[in-house]
């Protein structure tokens, strides 16, 4: 095909991504402080208790803490700036980080389950008030770290992930408490292995959860609620496109969605104003502000790949070799 080629960006090339990264550090670093404080007290009662329910909810308040260590790792890499080798800076770091985390969630999680199972056959005897009070200031502290973390920038995986761990400690603490309850009032002890199974299952849905996010953007599926062939039908239908091919929309991190396509525009049309007009509709319909088109004159019959409906019939959801 004969053709002029375009390269360009629909913006400018500043790569920095760690706005907000800062505040997010102390934020982070508070509610980490806090779990971390507890989660040792948790372990120390549920010893002398002999509570699976609080040395349980003390494992997940564990994973609590290694979510918040590596989301305020992720946040201080994060306000590195691009350069070298890393030409998009660090900004991956908080999807490997929240990998790393829900692997260590569902293999706590399972610990958990299958002691929690075991203790179902033969419940052991507990000190259900120390079980209560622990259950309660656990309670409490798990709601100053949650508040802490809706102050920083949720839409970070990171910071999201670990705030829903937050969460689910949350109600960790309040099975903690009514297993204490149960045992207290009727000498109910199965209640506290019961509670222990809850506990574990909380940790199981936040760690599948969480592998499947990361596993999205690691294997650079399109960002979720976007459509890669709606959107290759949206750019066919901007004025002064013929055709649209190698079309990828992937994820570099949470928040960070990218788009790269080679447009075909009409012969008589302006190049550069067409590829405007695309980043223009990239952005406003679906917050593509990072796009990488490359413009090339022809007729639609010159677009090798393209069909009726002027964008590839399989638009890839991968990014390109880059």
């Known amino acids: 095909m004969s053709a002029t080629t375009?390269?360009?960006h629909d913006h400018d090339h500043d790569h920095h991504h760690g706005v907000g990264a800062d505040d997010d550090r102390r934020w982070v670093a508070l509610a980490l402080g806090i779990t971390a404080t507890f989660m040792l007290v948790e372990v120390v009662a549920g010893i002398v208790s002999g509570s699976l329910a609080l040395l349980s909810?003390?494992?997940?308040?564990l994973t609590d803490a290694g979510a918040l260590a590596l989301a305020l790792g992720a946040a201080t890499l994060a306000l590195r700036p691009a350069g070298g080798r890393y030409t998009f800076g660090l900004a991956r770091a908080e999807i490997l980080s929240g990998l790393i985390n829900a692997v260590a969630l569902l293999a706590l999680g399972l610990?958990?389950?299958i002691e929690a199972v075991r203790r179902l056959v033969d419940p052991p005897e507990i000190e259900a008030g120390i079980v209560i009070v622990v259950g309660v200031v656990g309670a409490l502290a798990n709601i100053a770290s949650?508040?802490?973390l809706s102050r920083a920038q949720r839409r970070s995986m990171?910071?999201?992930g670990a705030r829903l761990h937050v969460l689910a400690d949350l109600f960790g603490s309040v099975a903690a408490i009514v297993a204490g309850v149960a045992v207290l009032a009727g000498d109910w002890r199965i209640a506290d292995p019961l509670a222990s199974l809850?506990?574990?299952g909380l940790m199981l849905r936040g760690g599948l959860r969480l592998t499947t996010r990361t596993a999205r953007v690691l294997l650079e599926a399109a960002p979720a609620g976007t459509d890669p062939d709606e959107v290759g039908a949206t750019i066919a239908a901007v004025p002064g496109v013929s055709g649209v091919h190698d079309l990828h929309?992937?994820?570099?991190?949470?928040?960070?969605?990218?788009?790269?396509?080679h447009l075909v525009v009409a012969v008589d049309a302006d190049p550069d104003a067409v590829r405007g007009r695309v980043g223009a509709v990239l952005a406003e319909r679906y917050g593509l502000d990072h796009a990488t088109l490359q413009v090339e004159r022809g007729a639609q019959d010159d677009c090798v790949g393209c069909d009726g409906t002027h964008h590839a019939p399989a638009a890839s959801a991968s990014a390109p070799g880059r």
């Open 158 to 160: 990171n910071v999201e």
């Open 57 to 61: 909810d003390a494992a997940h308040m």
């Open 198 to 200: 809850v506990v574990a």
């Open 249 to 261: 929309v992937w994820e570099l991190t949470t928040g960070f969605p990218a788009l790269s396509a």
């Open 111 to 113: 610990v958990v389950a």
């Open 6 to 8: 375009h390269h360009g």
């Open 146 to 148: 949650a508040y802490a």
